[in-house]
C-alpha cells in the first residue's frame, strides 16, 4: 500500500469522526475463560485460541503463553503497524525493520515475596531497527510520531482509568 492508498482508505473514516466524534470512540474487547485442569486462562484473540498461564519464574511449565510476554507482544506489534502506516503516509522509503521490546519484571512482588517489589513491569524498552538511507531528522519525526500515535504505547505511558468488577 502507498501513501495515497492509504490517505484515500482513511480519509472518510477521518471526515466521519470529524463530524461526529462519537462514531471515533469504539469499545474493544478481550474475553477468556478459566481453564479447569490447570492454572490457565483459555484467551479468544479472534484468530485462535490463546492459552495464557504461569511464567516458569512463578512456577509455570513455560507450555502456555506468559501474559507478560503477551504485553510486550501487543506492545510490538502496535509499534510496528504503527511504524508502517507512519513511513507509508509520509513516503518514508524503508527497505526493512524491525520491532523489539524487551521489559524487567521482578517476581518476588508477584509471589508477594516482598513487598517494597513492584508487580509489573519496572522498565519496558521498545527498539526500532531501521534500514533506510533517509536523513536524521526524517527518521526522529517518523519515531516521534509512531510514539504519538501507537494506542498501546500510549496507553502504557499515560495510565488509562482501571476499574475491575465481578458478577455472579
Known amino acids: 500500500m502507498d501513501a495515497t492508498a492509504l490517505k484515500a482508505l482513511q480519509a472518510p ?30 484467551v479468544e484473540t ?31 506489534a502496535c509499534a510496528g503497524v504503527t511504524l508502517k502506516a507512519v513511513a507509508t503516509a509520509l513516503e518514508f522509503k524503508l527497505v526493512n525493520a524491525s520491532v523489539e521490546a524487551e521489559g524487567d519484571l521482578d517476581f518476588r512482588g508477584t ?8 508487580v509489573g513491569f519496572r522498565e519496558i524498552r521498545l527498539k526500532f531497527d531501521l534500514d533506510t538511507d533517509e536523513p536524521q531528522e526524517r527518521i526522529d519525526s517518523l519515531m516521534k510520531l509512531t510514539e504519538r500515535y501507537c494506542v498501546v504505547f500510549q496507553t502504557i505511558n499515560s495510565k488509562p482509568a482501571l476499574s475491575v468488577s465481578a458478577g455472579r
Open 46 to 76: 479472534g484468530r485462535a485460541l490463546a492459552v495464557a498461564g504461569l511464567h516458569p519464574a512463578t512456577g509455570g511449565s513455560g507450555l502456555e503463553l506468559c501474559s507478560g510476554d503477551m504485553l510486550l507482544e501487543a506492545l510490538v
Open 111 to 118: 509471589l508477594g515475596v516482598a513487598r517494597d517489589a513492584p
Open 13 to 42: 473514516l477521518k471526515e466521519a469522526y470529524r463530524d461526529d466524534a462519537a462514531r471515533a470512540l469504539i469499545t474493544l474487547r478481550a474475553r477468556g475463560t478459566l481453564d479447569d485442569q490447570s492454572i490457565a486462562c483459555k
